[in-house]
């Protein structure tokens, strides 16, 4: 798969990640252009779409058992 899966993913880890992209601190061209114009309440919204969506994350919880 080449494409992330946003949907369901973590409003604030989203909204990080599109900062980054938008403000050159993460260097990804492609991404670079889509977000370039967005305003903070573009990314908070973005982030807040994606996130309520349902998805496939999972977390360690109840996984790792201990030695």
């Known amino acids: 798969v080449i494409y992330p899966k946003l949907a369901g993913q973590y409003a604030d ?3 990080r990640a599109l900062h980054e992209y938008r403000d050159g601190d993460r260097v990804n061209p492609i991404m670079a252009a889509f977000v370039e114009k967005l305003s903070d309440q573009d990314i908070r919204d973005l982030a807040a779409f994606y ?3 349902p998805g496939q994350l999972v977390d360690l919880d109840g996984r790792m058992k201990a030695k």
Do not use: D, H, I, R
Request: charged share 0%; aromatic share 16%; glycine share 0%.
């Open 13 to 15: 880890y989203l909204a």
């Open 51 to 53: 996130s309520a969506m």
